[in-house]
């Protein structure tokens, strides 16, 4: 059942989510019931996100219409929101040993031990699996022994072994959840999202929020109560590290308002940026004022800093270096250029993209109409839209073959005479094996943007690859690049070519290259957008958008995009509509 700590109303969105994940849980326990537990872990997901609206989707009888919330776990919900329990829930833990859950978290603990350890000493916690082993308990148990008394204290010790990453996408996804979480928190003045996460990495192992906070004791238990932990690792006086029942470790890290500005810089940088920050101390011999008292969670050096040293930005001016964005801080060479003043001060920000770019309809495989992706689009505020739909290759995603797209014109034409966005007609074209575009020239003159990607054939060899794309890229109209190197970031590595030959091409050629927000492409990789910079290549920032929540993509290619260091003028679609439209026009 949900904790009835206090409880004055109904449960949060996320303390129901809590209770869904945990049945799925101890459903892929139990054994035998994958699917049915891949359905309540979906679900949880679902309702995390809902918020306050849950409340009216239940008192309304709508939970059912929501995609992934079907009858049997609509009635889970309901239960949970108006009793706080569940009987699914219950009979679960009535039928698995007490503390199941956490004790799952140490390798080499089966259901069966776990019941053994239970019936014999009561263990139902790692805290008192821990205690039975320091007392020597748990080797009097038939069937443990010295050994496996040794290697269970041993695993307690252990840093859990990282599960899968996690995306981008669904990592933000579950930091906001728990900052949202520690906004209830006493003393709370200042939380950020650090590590990975805040360098905008396609994938993170795990999460580290930074908190600036008066009372770190009482916020530090607050975040250890927050619904998802099963099991809280370490914790002291200035930090919490707790496993989520995602099996997601979560570092909190809190500072003192004076030193937040230190904790967060420290906690951001990848291990060398941090490394070069603290060489530069060292040779400064730096003693900037009282010594800061911090959470060192990676290295020793605690410089000391001015009282008036409240930002990142000030402590990068005491070191004598330009401010180095989060995204760039991987040790690749911003922290010389940042020495020398050479970092590009503009950077692309999310409010410089005037124009969504690479958006797919109803017409090939996308979700929403021409009219409702362009709502969609002016609701972003932005000024323009590209419509570029697959073309007739890719049948897969229902690409449109020449009737269709002349359709597609008309009915362009007659929603622009609804809406405000300015709308351009495109495709995603196909780059065929001999390098050729999938429509005739006739076809492609008419276009106001072409997207030339590739959607077949990944498996061709270096050559073949290279001779490929630098065909496409050498024909007249111009073009931009789709979702370069084909990756799909945990499922498809990066196809064979040999990128500077191609680059060297589309410098030549005077095309561009998109750098694709869809969190599962984020593609072309920040170490070859900023090779493509080297050579004045222009990019365009797309969504990828197939339907018109797609278009919330753009944070990420922008994130992407910083990761290269692409200032604002490199990009094409930061241009007002009539300057694109030149700039793209085949």
């Known amino acids: 059942m949900i904790e009835q700590r206090e409880r004055k109303s109904e449960p ?56 992934g919330i079907g009858d049997s776990i609509a009635r889970q919900i309901e239960d949970l929101y108006q009793t706080g329990n569940s009987w699914l829930l219950d009979r679960l833990r009535a039928e698995l040993p007490r503390g199941a859950m956490e004790l799952a978290t140490v390798p080499g603990l089966s259901l069966k031990k776990m019941q053994q350890l239970q019936d014999a000493l009561g263990i139902a916690s790692i805290a008192e699996l821990k205690a039975a082993a320091e007392q020597g308990k748990i080797s009097t148990v038939k069937g443990f022994g010295r050994k496996t ?46 590590g990975a996460l805040r360098r905008w990495r396609e994938t993170t192992p795990d999460l580290t929020i930074v908190v600036s906070t008066t009372k770190a004791d009482d916020l530090l238990d607050h975040f250890a109560g927050f619904p998802m932990v099963i099991r809280v690792m370490h914790r002291n006086a200035e930090s919490c590290v707790a496993i989520l029942n995602t099996g997601i470790k979560v570092t909190l890290l809190a500072a003192r308002p004076a030193d937040f500005a230190l904790a967060l810089l420290d906690a951001t940088g990848s291990p060398g940026h941090v490394e070069r920050l603290d060489q530069i101390f060292r040779d400064k011999n730096l003693v900037l004022g009282p010594q800061a008292s911090l959470p060192r969670h990676r290295h020793t050096i605690k410089p000391r ?70 709502r969609g689009a002016d609701a972003l505020g932005m000024s323009y839209l590209t419509i570029t739909d697959h073309s007739p290759t890719a049948f897969y ?123 599962f492409r984020l593609d072309m990789p920040p170490e070859w957008i900023r090779e493509a910079r080297k050579r004045r290549i222009k990019f365009v920032i797309s969504t990828d958008a197939h339907s018109v929540n797609g278009m919330k993509n753009l944070k990420f290619g922008v994130g992407i995009a910083r990761r290269g260091w692409v200032t604002r003028d490199e990009v094409l679609n930061t241009m007002e509509m009539p300057l694109f439209r030149v700039a793209v026009k085949p």
Request: hydrophobic share 40%; charged share 30%.
């Open 305 to 374: 800093l001015k009282a008036s040293v409240t930002t990142e930005e000030e402590i990068y001016a005491e070191l004598g270096m330009q401010y180095v964005p989060p995204e760039l801080r991987e040790n690749g060479g911003e922290v010389e250029a940042a020495l020398a003043g050479d970092l590009p001060e503009d950077l692309v920000e999310i409010g410089d993209v005037r124009g969504m770019v690479h958006c797919h309809t109803n017409y090939s495989d996308g979700k929403h109409t021409i009219e409702e992706m362009a």
């Open 397 to 519: 995603a229902g690409g449109l073959k020449e009737e269709q797209l002349y359709r597609q014109w008309e009915e362009i034409d007659y929603v622009q005479e609804k809406v405000k966005v300015k709308l351009l007609r495109g495709t995603e074209s196909d780059i065929l094996a001999n390098g050729s575009l999938d429509y005739p020239d006739r076809i492609l003159d008419q276009l106001d943007v072409i997207i030339a990607s590739i959607h077949s054939r990944y498996r061709m060899d270096e050559s073949q690859m290279t001779e490929r794309i630098t065909t496409a890229m050498r024909q007249r109209w111009f073009k931009v690049w789709g979702h370069a190197l084909g990756r799909l970031i945990q499922h498809r590595p990066p196809f064979n070519c040999r990128m500077e030959e191609i680059l060297d091409v589309i410098a030549e050629s005077a095309a561009a290259i998109e750098i694709n927000g869809d969190p």
């Open 12 to 67: 949060t969105s996320l303390q129901i989510a809590a209770a869904l994940q945990e049945i799925s849980v101890l459903l892929k326990l139990k054994g035998g019931r994958y699917f049915q537990a891949r359905a309540y872990e979906s679900a949880a997901r679902v309702v995390a996100q809902l918020g306050d609206s849950i409340d009216a989707l239940i008192k309304e009888n709508r939970l059912r219409s929501i995609a």
């Open 149 to 194: 008394e040794k290697k269970l204290l041993e695993a307690i010790s252990q840093e859990p072994k990282p599960r899968n990453e996690l995306h981008i996408h669904k990592a933000l996804r579950l930091a906001e959840e728990i900052i949202s979480y520690l906004h209830f928190a006493n003393g709370l003045k200042r939380v950020e999202i650090a």
